[in-house]
């Protein structure tokens, strides 16, 4: 690439970066008052349906829409750089329409389905496979770290990794964790007691592959390796929970609740209201606490399909690990598996830097879980 070209590249893709910085989904998808609508849920025997509030999207969306349109991307000559480029105009396109029209009902189901796709049959055949077996484990682990406790093994842990982030406790969130890119943030639920195998799971998750993947994109001189290549979720989560998996943490309760995500995201499909959702997963065994929170995760917004992807991603990661592959180029930041190519393109022409920080849990298979390893060999 001439010097022109590089600088031409580094401009679109600073353009790129300052207008995106905003589109942290997450931000704005989180009700602010689950609390008080569980006990409203609980309280009518599971009839009322919730009525959640979400944070003030604080941007103008059409403004946004209308300036990453304007970007001069056929001024990139690489033709696999420019296709990329577009690619990702598109995909930043459709989560600004996500933000737009969250607590829209169908119009925000829509647009997730745009943006996230929904199961196929055996996606859903698949999750069921799942359900079939028993848990492994004890039942009862004692819930008996509290936020700051859980906080203290956090920073334990990612002392074995080269770098610092901030961890923020919050009392709004959907998930008992969750990594905010954007600012370099861990949010810990400050209402939730956790088990040691809660935080085996979620360390692993979060910061050997969430935040490794952030702190990787960081590094890379080009910022969309930072706010994720088009259907980055399914690879990035799908190497999360293989890293649960590859670290011994990952059980059989924990692979049921990603099973049981979906099949509430496939009830979306089938216009389920959320109540119906709720008595679904409770016909499939789930405690009230787990299937509100799960249908809280499913429908807040309006129907968000994102969490099925979990299960989907795990599977195409675990594929590509079996398969002999290296697994250090989807590290490289927010990246998607079946870009694979372009991300390698874009290494070798010196365009991006190969993953400084690695998940540590790939080093080695500690899994011990047999039933676990039975399952992902048996997936349709």
Do not use: W
Not at 5 to 10: A, I, N, P
Not at 27 to 49: C, V
Not at 208 to 217: L, Q, R, W
């Amino acid at each position: 690439m001439s010097m022109t070209q590089e600088k031409v590249l580094l401009k679109i893709d600073k353009q790129i970066d300052e207008l995106v910085k905003k589109i942290e989904l997450l931000n704005y998808i989180n009700p602010l008052n689950i609390e008080k609508q569980r006990k409203k849920f609980f309280k009518s025997n599971f009839t009322i349906e919730p009525k959640f509030k979400y944070p003030k999207v604080d941007f103008d969306t059409f403004e946004l829409q209308r300036s990453l349109f304007a970007i001069e991307i056929n001024d990139i000559e690489d033709e696999v750089v420019r296709k990329l480029y577009e690619d990702i105009i598109y995909e930043y396109s459709g989560l600004i329409e996500c933000i737009d029209t969250i607590g829209q009902g169908k119009k925000f189901y829509y647009n997730s389905l745009r943006s996230f796709g929904t199961p196929t049959e055996k996606d859903v055949e698949n999750a069921k496979f799942i359900l079939h077996f028993k848990d492994e484990e004890a039942e009862n682990e004692e819930a008996t770290f509290d936020v700051c406790k859980t906080e203290e093994q956090f920073r334990n842990y990612s002392e074995r990794y080269d770098f610092t982030y901030t961890i923020k406790h919050s009392d709004k969130l959907s998930a008992i964790a969750m990594v905010l890119n954007n600012d370099q943030t861990l949010v810990l639920n400050s209402g939730h007691l956790f088990t040691q195998n809660d935080i085996d799971i979620l360390t692993n998750h979060e910061i050997g592959v969430h935040m490794v993947t952030t702190m990787n994109g960081l590094l890379n001189p080009l910022k969309i390796f930072s706010h994720g290549f088009p259907n980055n979720t399914e690879t990035q989560e799908g190497l999360a929970v293989f890293s649960e998996y590859m670290s011994d943490s990952l059980n059989m309760r924990r692979l049921k609740r990603i099973a049981y995500r979906v099949l509430a995201v496939d009830s979306l499909a089938k216009g389920y209201s959320f109540s119906e959702t709720f008595r679904m997963l409770r016909n499939y065994g789930m405690k009230k606490k787990d299937a509100f929170t799960v249908s809280v995760r499913v429908h807040r917004g309006g129907g968000f399909t994102k969490d099925y992807l979990y299960l989907t991603g795990l599977q195409k990661v675990y594929a590509y690990y079996k398969s002999g592959k290296d697994l250090s180029p989807l590290l490289t930041g927010k990246v998607t598996l079946e870009y694979l190519n372009e991300i390698n393109y874009l290494i070798k022409n010196s365009y991006a830097k190969e993953s400084i920080h690695i998940t540590d849990s790939y080093a080695k298979n500690d899994n011990s879980k047999e039933t676990l390893t039975y399952i992902l060999d048996n997936f349709k």
